[in-house]
DNA sequence: GTCTATATCCAGATAGAC
DNA sequence: GTCTATCTGGATATAGAC
């Protein structure tokens, strides 16, 4: 009975299996506390084949940033198009960018740690900002134009941008770090409110 | 003519060198990536008195971070009893912190690197969360008590101060990674205008 | 307390069989 | 392409003279 014994235990494509590996265990202990040989025990590979597929730890990093910064890029994308498509406000697409990190903070945890957490200039070398990258310049534009719309008020770029997405990403840290105890997603509304209405009671004059 | 030759190069205590030296080194290239050999020959010390004084790597870094918390804290303590002094109010209180931060991020760079834009918990084992911490549960109180006293609107206690404080702390971040080019007290006055006021032109209704 | 020289360890990377 | 066994460099840490 052949069929018993053989054993199928890695369905997924092999290099699939070392980058989930290596997100886990990045996320997990930082990169710099993972060794090759964590990642290879981890996703059930030898060493060789780590190397064969990407050169090296630093190209595991790579691979991964790129993977998921794009996906992440998708996702701002879906957002504009669907936006475009309903000639919607720039103000309802940045809630909506909000509302999915929000939610993808809470299910897919490890690719928003390792994507906003992480400090990737300590180890990934020769790449640009994760800031200057397109999805980050794409928010900022959807920013400008609501400026250039008469809908935003008419703030310096970063001022504008960092108002609104700042306290979120912030939130997302402080949800990472163990701070915040709440589901992000239950203090959306909230947070919305108060991008676009200001904390004060009363205007200050 | 002895007094002529004799070298007085390092003024400083040594222990003030190697935590300078150090600070500078972990900040520009990450902890990681600094050996002890290398804090050595920036602090003009030997190794052994590198383990003398703190011990070792990690040493180092945990008596950097409690000193340069302790300074944040006391930063901050300072603008609260100034505000008690003069009776000021929570928004006054949390600009106050806001300018300095700004202020400092131009003038003491690499303090403010190291304090809000490092991973500690990569490399300092056993300490709370930097968000968890003195300086910034107080700055949450200042946001709490301007809530109680009918000063700021009644939202989530974490929804409150990542809206207050989170834009800065984000813009802070998007300066030190050279997105941001512009100094950002140049900025600050929009960016609190902001914070109080809102984003958007007319309410939403 | 400070220094130099040295020991030890372990991570990243490679070689070569299969 | 995948694996195991091995090499090598460099980092942390120590020993012991001064």
Redesign the interface.
């Known amino acids: 009975m052949p069929y018993l014994n053989r054993e199928v235990p890695n369905p997924e494509p092999i290099d699939c299996r070392i980058l989930t590996a290596a997100l886990d265990l990045f996320v997990e202990?930082?990169?710099?506390?993972v060794s090759v040989h964590d990642v290879q025990k981890q996703a059930n590979v030898s060493i060789g084949s780590i190397y064969n597929h990407f050169g090296g730890k630093e190209g595991i990093a790579k691979a991964l940033y790129k993977h998921l910064l794009n996906e992440m890029n998708e996702m701002i994308d879906s957002i504009i198009q669907q936006a475009d498509a309903q000639d919607s406000s720039a103000?309802s697409q940045c809630n909506r960018i909000i509302e999915l990190l929000f939610e993808y903070t809470e299910t897919k945890t490890n690719i928003i740690a390792f994507i906003l957490?992480?400090?990737h200039?300590?180890?990934i070398t020769n790449e640009i900002?994760i800031?200057?990258a397109e999805p980050f310049s794409k928010m900022r534009a959807i920013v400008a134009r609501g400026i250039k719309q008469?809908?935003?008020?008419n703030?310096?770029s970063?001022?504008?941008s960092?108002?609104?997405?700042?306290?979120?990403?912030?939130?997302i840290?402080?949800r990472l770090?163990?701070?915040?105890e709440?589901p992000l997603p239950e203090?959306y509304e909230?947070?919305i409110?108060?991008?676009?209405?200001?904390?004060?009671?009363q205007?200050?004059s």
């Not at 008469?150 to 008020?153: A, P, R, Y």
């Not at 960092?162 to 939130?171: D, E, H, L, N, Q």
């Open positions: 202990n930082g990169y710099h506390n103000i957490h992480a400090k200039s300590e180890f900002p800031c200057s008469g809908e935003l008020k703030y310096n970063w001022v504008a960092t108002s609104i997405f700042g306290g979120a990403i912030r939130m840290h402080l770090d163990g701070a915040i709440q203090l909230q947070l409110s108060s991008i676009w209405q200001g904390m004060a009671i205007d200050e």
